[in-house]
């Protein structure tokens, strides 16, 4: 393969919503280019993309697959993401290192809400984007609605490149509004017959064409000065026009493919390869200190790494970008992330699981190495002297947690060093020890996300796992004031123990007056505060703690243990072990022994106290709440609610937004556990939510009763 240079190289990502057709496409482009003989198919699992054993088990993308075609004397690399909301984070990565984003468009339902999604992504990292209009040949493919459905999401910058003379199973040409022709097929695809546009065509053709010349000249004084000045403009213009309108995000052509009878890929290349923006063309990346790297390929060499994973028969292979310099084989680079060194003795560019060996890559190009041995993803390497380093892939936040564990206890440990590779492989996998929870939290995208986890796990590391529904990290607190008081005496021959603490509990809420007077059924207690501890707590709220002894009850000394076991309690709730928050307690007497009363005395007898005085005062527990934003096509709308609904949500909001229904609630964490796959169930995989903690609220009484119970049932007192 030759040495391509910057200028010379383009760097796609294929994107679109789940069953959009990406996988097959891209095996059309792969035909097209010359890179495989024969196509494969997803049905048979012999796909150049799809080639991971997991992906072959469950028949869908798991995983990005990079790949290159080169394309009239230029060098095309592209990235499949998978469609799935669930392995959405392939898709920010491979818009981190891309230029161009490809969004693969249904023609039987247009925009739909994982178009949505990644559109959103494309803008919020102004990448430039293209329609790609595909399933023009299914029985329900309607190419002008989907046309107004982008028109309607997108506005008039959504401008038309090609058409179908009719869309549905008699597709077979089209106009091409650039080039001005008329491309046809015969019933297996390939090579297109290319001829003059027909008579009862020319009027429409001539409409998008000047629609297509506008939007191209709009981008350029010198382009629109001419458009006004002759009416027209060459094709090379046009690109040039086209080109720089993609990078502003002004204009965003649509085209038309079948990739299943491999109608329109080859013209669709033809466009990437013409009118998409070469590396160069790009804003600069820019490092975390913020200084900016243009893609020189005479400046310092600099790569960043945007993808691990351990591969069939090959071992781990780590795919990167050149962002600076020329990266040749045998090169030694520092990893400034880690502060290792690397010598990258085989350099390869990469399609799928074939790979070609190559002497060198310039900057803006992508490629692999294998086996190198301290590499994660997001890692910077740099040749000496050089500090760049790069960290512009920010990742979703997950949205489905479980409880993982072995069948066998003995394989902890070789549980966590795998989750841990495979979360390299992975940042989309977060995994967790809780300390609250008292278990190892994954949390991913969807259940599909973590099914495949498992998968993977069980099947190519022969470790098998269960999942458990995780617990809740529920809160407790207390709602009215309460006394108590606690003895803790223990004798035992020599010396003893002994404690006596006396205490109030209240809630606490910022700014509340400082203690004074309190009544209980006839007693009145006035305290007179000698110091004061505001704790704060890393769960969440406070515990605020009063000295009020007099006459020297208690020591000073033991204040300290008194506090202690207050905190023995804050971490492990007296209703149900959950941590408690927002409570103020106040010491106000006891007693202690000359010989016997020492810190451990203290600790008990301040922890029970305020276990009995908490118990008395309107106990209730907190339940984390959520704020739920669902986005779901309008056809599924009314499942959706009802299912919210049935999950003791509070419904805050709708929106409705061409087709595509926006619904905002307030959701217990408890009621979100199965979600993912429930939302997935009703809306046939179309829709997708987001969720972002918002507070803790009291559970209703019948669900704290069930807790208690629960709780009573496998816990004893202390």
Not at 136 to 158: P, Q
Not at 319 to 335: C, H, Q, R
Not at 436 to 444: A, M
Request: charged letters at 25%; aromatic letters at 8%; hydrophobic letters at 35%.
């Amino acid at each position: 393969m030759k040495l391509y240079k910057t200028n010379e190289i383009k760097n796609i990502a294929l994107l679109g919503g789940k069953g959009s057709g990406k996988t097959t496409l891209a095996e059309a482009m792969l035909l097209e280019c010359g890179v495989i003989k024969r196509r494969g198919n997803v049905e048979a699992g012999n796909t150049v993309s799809d080639y991971f054993p997991v992906e072959k088990e469950y028949g869908y993308s798991v995983f990005s697959t990079v790949f290159y075609a080169e394309f009239l004397g230029k060098k095309l690399n592209v990235i499949d993401c998978p469609g799935s909301d669930d392995f959405v984070g392939n898709a920010y990565t491979a818009l981190g290192v891309a230029d161009t984003g490809v969004i693969v468009v249904d023609a039987q339902y247009g925009v739909e809400v994982g178009t949505q999604n990644i559109f959103r992504t494309t803008a919020k990292l102004k990448k430039p984007v293209l329609f790609a209009m595909n399933q023009l040949d299914a029985d329900k493919a309607d190419y002008d609605n989907a046309l107004e459905s982008l028109r309607e999401h997108y506005g008039n910058k959504v401008t038309v490149i090609q058409y179908p003379l009719a869309s549905g199973p008699g597709f077979n040409a089209m106009i091409d509004v650039l080039l001005m022709k008329k491309y046809e097929w015969g019933p297996d695809g390939g090579v297109p017959t290319i001829s003059d546009i027909p008579e009862d065509q020319m009027e429409r053709a001539n409409e998008l064409h000047n629609a297509l010349v506008e939007a191209a000249a709009e981008n350029d004084e010198t382009l629109m000065d001419k458009y006004f000045e002759e009416g027209h403009l060459t094709e090379d213009e046009m690109r040039n026009g086209i080109r720089k309108g993609l990078i502003d995000r002004s204009i965003f052509p649509v085209f038309c493919v079948s990739a299943a009878k491999d109608m329109g890929v080859r013209r669709m290349m033809e466009i990437l390869g013409n009118v998409c923006p070469f590396v160069d063309d790009m804003p600069a990346p820019t490092t975390i200190s913020g200084e900016e790297v243009k893609p020189d390929a005479e400046g310092p060499v600099s790569i960043f790494v945007f993808k691990t994973s351990v591969e069939p028969h090959i071992g781990e292979v780590s795919y990167f970008k050149v962002m600076s310099g020329t990266l040749k084989a045998g090169a030694d680079l520092e990893n400034m992330n880690r502060g290792s060194k690397e010598r990258f003795a085989q350099l390869f560019t990469v399609c799928g699981q074939m790979r070609t060996a190559v002497d060198a890559l310039q900057a803006g190009d992508i490629g692999a190495s294998v086996k190198l041995k301290d590499v994660r993803t997001g890692n910077t390497l740099n040749e000496k002297g050089c500090d760049y380093v790069f960290d512009f892939i920010k990742y979703p936040k997950p949205k489905f947690q479980r409880a993982i564990k072995p069948v066998n206890e003995a394989d902890s440990e070789k549980l966590s060093a795998i989750l841990t590779r495979m979360r390299e492989e992975d940042p989309t996998w977060l995994v967790e020890q809780s300390k609250e929870l008292k278990q190892l939290i994954v949390s991913g995208q969807g259940e599909f996300h973590l099914r495949t986890l498992k998968w993977r796990i069980e099947n190519n590391e022969k470790l098998p796992i269960e999942y458990i529904e995780p617990r809740i990290p529920y809160r407790e607190t207390i709602t009215k004031a309460a006394r108590a008081d606690y003895r803790h005496k223990k004798q035992s021959g020599g010396s003893g123990q002994f404690g006596e603490v006396h205490l109030i509990v209240e809630p606490y809420t910022e700014g509340m007056p400082e203690p004074d007077t309190y009544r209980f059924g006839n007693q009145e207690f006035k305290l007179n505060v000698r110091d004061k501890q505001e704790i704060p707590l890393e769960w969440g709220g406070k515990l605020i703690v009063y000295n009020c002894i007099v006459g020297g009850a208690i020591d000073a000394r033991f204040i300290p243990a008194i506090v202690k076991g207050l905190m023995d309690r804050m971490e492990q709730g007296p209703l149900t072990g959950s941590y408690a928050r927002d409570v103020r307690v106040m010491i106000y007497d006891g007693k202690m022994h000359p010989v016997d009363s020492n810190e451990i005395s203290f600790r008990l007898a301040g922890r029970n106290a305020f276990s009995e005085a908490f118990r008395n005062a309107g106990p209730k527990i907190l339940e984390p709440v959520y704020d739920v934003e669902v986005l779901t096509p309008a056809d599924s709308m009314g499942d959706v609610m009802s299912d919210l609904q049935g999950r003791r949500a509070i419904i805050m909001g709708m929106e409705s937004d061409n087709g595509i229904e926006k619904l905002k609630a307030k959701v217990p964490l408890k009621e979100m556990s199965s979600y993912s796959t429930s939302l997935s169930s009703l809306s046939g995989g179309r829709s997708s939510f987001t969720m972002d903690f918002s507070s803790y609220e009291l559970v209703p009484g019948d669900v704290q009763d069930k807790l208690l119970k629960a709780y009573a049932e496998t816990n004893q007192e202390d």
